[in-house]
């Protein structure tokens, strides 16, 4: 079983409207992909986001609420699980499928990332950028006394708040598999 998220996986994840805006080939050229590598493929979205996402809710098989963690891969496979052998899954979001989907069509790595830095009632709360770009570019200097470190087994996650707003940590790049809030450090 395959699992492909629609939705980032906390509350400030870009909309995957926006994501995947222009980009509806690529994810259905991923999925195609992926049903090479099983035949169950189970596609995820928040109830909320059904709205706007176009012909991309053809292949939602399964939509989930919009409290948290309802739309965590971990907690879907949890709930559809049929047996112990379906407790191996993959999963996988669907902007990442549809960088990997355009690197196997173009043979080029797509660079750029489309993340969330946000505060109360932010109107354009996205940042598109070059994957890899460091995060002080993006934030400037911060107080030492801003970051939370956070534990989860071998991994270190942390988090930055600076007057009111979640950012990253400075030293930090951005990775093809970090998500806002929860950026992997490498220790």
Not at 3 to 32: A, C, M, T
Not at 89 to 114: N, R
Not at 160 to 167: E, K, P, Q, R, Y
Request: aromatic share 8%; hydrophobic share 45%.
């Amino acid at each position: 079983m395959i699992i492909v998220s629609l939705n980032g996986n906390d509350i400030f994840s870009p909309h995957p409207g926006i994501l995947l805006k222009n980009r509806e080939g690529l994810l259905e050229f991923g999925l195609e992909i992926l049903k090479r590598f099983s035949d169950r493929i189970v596609v995820t979205a928040r109830k909320n986001s059904l709205e706007t996402l176009g012909k991309i809710s053809d292949h939602i098989t399964h939509i989930v609420p919009d409290t948290y963690p309802a739309w965590d891969p971990l907690v879907v496979l949890y709930h559809i699980k049929k047996n112990q052998q379906e407790n191996c899954a993959w999963c996988i979001a669907s902007d990442h499928l549809a960088m990997m989907a355009q690197f196997l069509l173009t043979g080029h790595y797509p660079v750029e990332k489309l993340f969330t830095v946000t505060k109360f009632q932010d109107k354009k709360p996205h940042i598109l950028t070059r994957q890899g770009v460091p995060i002080r570019q993006l934030a400037g200097d911060v107080h030492k006394d801003s970051l939370i470190l956070r534990h989860y087994g071998h991994l270190r996650f942390i988090t930055l708040m600076v007057s009111g707003i979640a950012m990253l940590q400075p030293r930090m790049a951005i990775d093809l598999i970090d998500v806002f809030l929860c950026w992997k450090m490498k220790i």
